[in-house]
């Protein structure tokens, strides 16, 4: 899959990064035994001085919204359902058990969100409004802002699928 790369600068200093969407897994091995799968999203570490992929936010609150919220309403969903026996429940019963997994990680996690390269707590999530300018702050104190993606840009890179074995505080096994 070719996966288009984005150009990030920075107002104060001639810094330029890039983020490149490459497919990424966190699967998180709990002290019980049980396997949980997590969610990254791209940040700026501060320890790396760059952006890199960090695990999504861990929090109790947005783990209990996705538990509530309802499952998809599509054909197979449904098939799925019914041969599975949880008939007209929201959720499949993996689903829940992935859920209820997520819900004890947070709970017994003591550390934030960690990079996924250096393992350093000092992340920002790197999002963009829609003027292109980020709220992250650069060492120079200049603020990075995203140049638009140029669609003749050349061959795109394709990578497969990485996963990522982490404890329960997010350390690399």
Known sequence: MAI??????????????????????????????????????????????????????????????????????????????????????????????????LKQLAKDRKSGPKCLHCGGQAIVPLEFGSDGNSDVRHHCSGILYLIPVDPDSGPLPSYRLQTMVLDSEGNKL
């Open 4 to 101: 288009p790369r984005l150009e990030v600068r920075c107002h104060g200093c001639d810094y330029i990064g890039h983020i490149s969407w490459k497919p990424l897994a966190i699967e998180y091995r709990l002290p019980d035994g049980r396997r949980v799968r997590g969610r990254c999203r791209k940040a700026w570490c501060f320890t790396c001085d760059g952006i890199t992929d960090a695990e999504g936010a861990l929090g109790r609150d947005e783990i209990q919204a996705n538990m509530t919220a309802p499952a998809p309403r599509g054909v197979l969903s449904r098939l799925v359902r019914r041969l599975s026996g949880s008939g007209n429940s929201t959720h499949s019963p993996t689903d829940l058990l992935q859920q209820e997994g």
